[in-house]
């Protein structure tokens, strides 16, 4: 009785051991799923030539456009400003200077919602409003999108490339929206995560902006690393995103 007893317990434990194999089984393939189904922006590139990106996200204040110009020029820089449509309608001579000095101007949605929330339709409006703000003055419809908050999700990102443009995030962030960072701080964020392909984050219209701006420039510089604009850093096609939001180019 007892030896029946013994080998009912360790059937049962040999099923309960089976189906936790299953269950493991289970779950990992559906991450796996999962993650490939996930959709992802491009956060950098993968290059080897030293190049990266300086990028602005613009939805506040613009007096200090004519400085941030002044100090790209002096270092022969051309950046790219993602650029709220409402901030565009109203510093359009702001938009105009930046774009006739040849920086990119692009889209970081029109009103700057959380656009996470919102229906495909208004997400797809809210996106068309800002080009259409930044075509009317500049000539050109944006090919870049930045979410606003750095928020994506499968949605979102599908909708922009239905919209044949990019969905862009960044590798390293100055952090220059926190009031308690220093220039000193913001260029340390940066430079500790700065590589070949990565895209910069800064916002114009804070506290330190210029001064951040100035330092980087010349750090970057002799670091040996070339700046260029986004659109010349990413791959348009045949190119791949790992998990990591790195934009690969696909061997072929």
């Known amino acids: 009785m007892k030896y029946v007893l013994l080998k009912k317990r360790h059937l049962t434990l040999a099923s309960a051991s089976l189906l936790i194999s299953v269950a493991l089984i289970i779950l990992s393939a559906t991450l796996m799923s999962a993650s490939k189904s996930r959709l992802l922006p491009?956060?950098?590139v993968d290059r080897n030539d030293n190049l990266v990106s300086l990028t602005f996200d613009a939805a506040w204040s613009a007096e200090d456009t004519d400085d941030i110009i002044r100090l790209l020029k002096s270092y022969d820089v051309k950046a790219t400003f993602f650029c709220v449509g409402t901030w565009v309608e109203a510093n359009p001579d702001a938009v105009k200077k930046l774009h006739d000095a040849g920086h990119e101007i692009m889209n970081h949605s029109d009103k700057h919602p959380h656009i996470t929330g919102i229906s495909e339709t208004k997400f797809i409006e809210d996106t068309l409003s800002c080009n259409e703000r930044i075509?009317?003055?500049?000539?050109i419809e944006p090919t870049l999108y930045r979410g606003p908050y750095g928020e994506y999700d499968n949605k979102t990102i599908a909708a922009v490339e239905k919209l044949g443009m990019q969905y862009i995030q960044w590798s390293a962030d100055t952090v220059d929206w926190k009031p308690e960072n220093d220039s000193?701080?913001?260029?340390?964020?940066?430079?500790?995560?700065?590589?070949?392909?990565?895209?910069i984050l800064m916002h114009n219209g804070t506290e330190h902006t210029v001064e951040t701006l100035g330092g980087l420039l010349e750090v970057i510089k002799n670091r040996g690393y070339k700046i260029v604009p986004v659109s010349q850093l990413i791959y348009k096609d045949n190119y791949t995103i790992d998990q990591a939001g790195k934009q690969c180019k696909k061997m072929i």
């Open 135 to 139: 075509k009317a003055i500049t000539g």
């Open 42 to 44: 491009i956060y950098s």
């Open 184 to 199: 000193k701080k913001q260029i340390e964020n940066v430079m500790k995560r700065l590589e070949s392909g990565g895209i």
